[in-house]
């Protein structure tokens, strides 16, 4: 086993190369760019901005006069700046090194977890993600674990009672939930519990209530959770039903082959079938989708739940990063959660040896 996980962990470093790789070269086609975003600021133009430049943007006088000459003629809207400043902001922004140099510094400070500075805030990148982390750990986490929580024995009673009146309710509950889009949903919690129209139960934005360092603990966890339950109810309502009717699903499917039939003819109760016989393999493929949950919770899930709740966390800088051209941001956050996505799907395949240790990883191939 041990051979196995170092095989993994030295396969990360291609792959996560890989990723960078790819989604650079993107970067370099695609339009705009951080010295476009600065010029339309500049000159007025820029109406998509959802931070404004500050701390590294530096001090340039003298921008208007000059031509625009060859190094003005590059970038839409620089017609009419000054050249020199037009170098400047290539030089601040890294843009006068070729690409694969920018490339290659930027992987070797990424090997030492250097994710650079912020274009448009006076803040380091790794601050940056430390600042915003609280929120995603808290909503990924929690769905997570909530969602499993509820969904494995939700399917295994499906499964048992399949046919049955609880197993067609359950289905056409879940099934609307699914059809229901998350953010949809959440603006429906508003609306019904945050004081839109109808009750004031709950609060609107943030993790925690003002003066929230002055409570106890206990009051504390209790503000926390508080705040947490509309934009998990708002998350978890896809992933509770896909993780449902996948659990059902596996059970059937293993209840059904020969091996159980042979475990019941032996005497064995049905609880020792089901969880010491059919539970392992079933579990198998339910695990091997939690990597792919828990990472589109931890982000890209959570983007939208974020911008209804006001909840400033790492999904909402990734989009907002993408959209002003915070290219270090971007790529920070893109080096991070590649990062732990290959990290928890190793702990994923580790898993299955722990819930069937029939599975030997050590003797595949390499």
Do not use: C
């Not at 739940?305 to 270090?328: A, C, M, W």
């Amino acid at each position: 086993m041990a051979a196995y996980i170092l095989r993994r962990l030295l396969l990360m470093i291609p792959t996560l190369i890989g990723i960078m790789a790819i989604s650079f070269v993107i970067v370099q086609f695609a339009p705009g760019g951080p010295v476009e975003r600065v010029i339309a600021q500049v000159t007025g133009t820029d109406v998509g901005a959802t931070a404004r430049v500050s701390g590294g943007g530096g001090d340039f006088g003298g921008v208007q006069g000059g031509a625009g000459g060859d190094v003005s003629s590059k970038y839409r809207g620089a017609r009419g700046l000054d050249p020199e400043f037009i170098k400047k902001l290539e030089k601040q922004f890294g843009f006068d090194k070729p690409p694969l140099e920018r490339f290659w510094l930027m992987m070797k400070s990424y090997a030492v977890f250097d994710l650079g500075q912020s274009y448009f805030r006076s803040i380091s990148v790794v601050d940056l993600v430390k600042e915003k982390m609280p929120v995603s750990i808290s909503l990924g986490m929690w769905m997570t674990l909530i969602s499993y929580g509820v969904s494995i024995p939700l399917g295994v009673a499906k499964a048992v009672r399949d046919g049955s009146r609880f197993d067609v309710w359950t289905s056409a509950a879940i099934v609307v939930g699914y059809a229901i889009p998350g953010f949809l949903f959440g603006i429906l919690l508003i609306v019904l519990f945050a004081g839109g129209s109808f009750w004031d139960l709950f609060p609107l934005r943030g993790l925690t209530s003002e003066g929230w360092g002055q409570m106890s603990w206990p009051a504390r966890i209790l503000d926390y959770l508080w705040h947490l339950v509309l934009p998990l109810t708002a998350m978890s309502l896809a992933a509770f039903t896909t993780t449902t009717l996948l659990t059902k699903n596996s059970f059937l499917d293993e209840i059904r082959k020969q091996y159980v039939t042979t475990a019941r003819m032996k005497g064995l109760s049905e609880s020792r079938v089901l969880y010491g016989h059919v539970f392992r393999n079933a579990m198998l493929l339910v695990i091997a989708g939690f990597p792919a949950a828990f990472i589109g919770a931890f982000f890209g899930g959570s983007l939208l739940i974020e911008t209804i709740f006001s909840l400033d966390g790492l999904g909402l800088l990734g989009f907002e990063s993408l959209v002003n051209r915070d290219y270090p941001v971007v790529f920070g956050t893109l080096w991070v959660f590649s990062l732990m996505g290959l990290v928890v799907n190793l702990i994923s395949d580790l898993t299955y040896t722990w819930i069937d240790p029939r599975i030997d990883f050590e003797s595949r191939e390499a």
